[in-house]
């Protein structure tokens, strides 16, 4: 058995391990674990930005960006003594003790354990309870062109604006758009969530036709504001962070002019940092303002006193006061005929073998495939307790009802909790 190599590299001031550093982690363009550690290094202080004294989760792809990575909440026990932790609790009851990012060493510490991309929660280390940081994550149906994307973009950046509040732009570096916004440590959890449904709601209301607040995916069109990122316990992508694509692309902090006509593609392991140094970090300033959400909290409240109570929350999350009926309308009781025509075609571990599944569906089912819309094919990303699976799903609403085909067992049948041992 080959030994492992281990190069040792200088940062912060400190010793740190980089393992099988000529190992490749993007196939398709060649990166290696050694290019992912010298990406970082090069934009290590305002990729630091976005995640300084932040409880982070780990998002280890020990095997590179084409393989499954899973999630690890819980510190490694062997660790350095300099890597820092503080202990959360989530809305399960479970507790576990996060790594704190603080310096550019710690960051290549979890750069070398695997992680691609950084998840940092949005409250500092030295308050648990009070987010600092209002996420809108802007996530487009399938088929929707980036153009609509942009658009709503820059609609939530004059809603934020009107209510009193800077929003920070940047590329998701996958399909999205990320806006952060600086708050104030007044607000719990709960409250920050619903100043986002509003600002969600808000947006929708003045760019309806390309614009939804629906959480469940089958009512959804256009681009999904989810304001369920402000939920505890859920992480997003910081700036400049790598993400697990094929082309190693870049989470890019904007500036509001370059938004209309950005090119997510344009920036990877290799442009990102030529950027870094021409033009510098687009959110330098970031920390030095910090917003209210008073003005967006009164507009949830008259929301609220007009019917618009709460929005549905993800699962595992314990059910809110006013909320709606967590269950997609296509599975709701009571009903002669489901109000949403969906039905599972596949559920698997990996991505893969379930895109798999529904190309097995769709040569059994030709005449249904060419009634279908992009958006009507729903792939869902679905957490498990250390990893995500995947489920495919087909909504058949522009099928009609005498041609849709009757929903068998999927093909394939994952169930992750013979996994779990539940």
């Known amino acids: 058995m080959a030994k492992r190599k281990v190069e040792l590299i200088s940062v912060a001031g400190r010793e740190v391990e980089l393992s099988n550093p000529d190992k490749v982690y993007f196939p398709v363009a060649g990166y290696t674990k050694r290019d992912l550690m010298n990406y970082y290094l090069s934009v290590s202080e305002p990729a630091l930005r976005g995640i300084f004294q932040r409880p982070i989760v780990l998002k280890r792809y020990v095997d590179g960006a084409d393989q499954p990575a899973f999630y690890q909440k819980r510190a490694p026990e062997k660790r350095p003594d300099w890597i820092e932790t503080t202990e959360l ?5 479970r ?3 996060e790594i704190v990012i603080r310096d550019a060493a710690q960051l290549a510490w979890i750069v070398n354990l ?6 940092p929660h949005p409250i500092r280390a030295y308050d648990l309870d009070h987010p600092d940081e209002l996420r809108v994550d802007l996530d487009p149906m399938p088929g929707v062109p980036w153009s609509d994307v942009c658009k709503v973009a820059m609609v939530v950046r004059d809603v934020l604006a009107d209510f009193g509040l800077i929003g920070w732009p940047k590329t998701s570096g996958s399909r999205g758009f990320h806006i952060w916004v600086r708050i104030e440590r ?10 986002a449904i509003a600002l969600a709601r808000e947006a929708e209301r003045r760019l309806p036709e390309v614009t939804t607040s629906k959480w469940w995916k089958e009512e959804r069109h256009g681009v999904f504001i989810d304001y369920n990122q402000n939920a505890k316990d859920r992480t997003t992508a910081a700036a400049w962070s790598v993400r697990p694509l094929p082309d190693a692309r870049v989470s890019m902090p904007l500036i509001w002019d370059e938004v209309p ?3 997510p593609e344009k920036w990877n392991i290799e442009t990102a940092p030529k950027r ?6 687009p959110h330098a300033d970031i920390d030095k303002v910090e917003g209210s ?3 967006l909290l009164e507009l949830s409240a008259k929301q609220e006193a007009e019917g618009q109570g709460d929005a549905p929350w993800p699962p595992h999350f314990a059910k809110g006061e006013d909320e709606a009926p967590r269950v997609a309308p296509s599975r709701a009781k009571g009903q002669r005929k489901p109000k949403v025509p969906v039905i599972t075609i596949s559920k698997a571990k990996l991505k893969e073998d379930a895109l798999a599944g529904l190309e097995r569906w769709k040569e059994k089912h030709p005449g249904v495939v060419e009634k279908l819309q992009p958006a009507d094919v729903l792939v869902d990303t679905m957490r ?4 995500a699976w995947t489920r495919v799903r087909v909504n058949l609403q522009h099928v009609p009802e005498e041609e849709r085909p009757a929903e068998v067992d999927p093909d394939p049948d994952y169930d992750p909790k013979v996994e779990w041992g539940g």
């Open 89 to 93: 609790s989530f809305p399960s009851g």
């Open 95 to 97: 507790t576990a003790e």
């Open 114 to 119: 695997g992680c691609i991309d950084l998840h």
């Open 186 to 195: 007044r607000w719990t959890f709960q409250q920050v969530r619903r100043a």
């Open 261 to 263: 006509t950005c090119d």
């Open 276 to 281: 870094f140094a021409e033009i510098g970090d």
């Open 293 to 295: 959400l008073d003005k």
């Open 384 to 387: 498990g307790r250390s990893s």
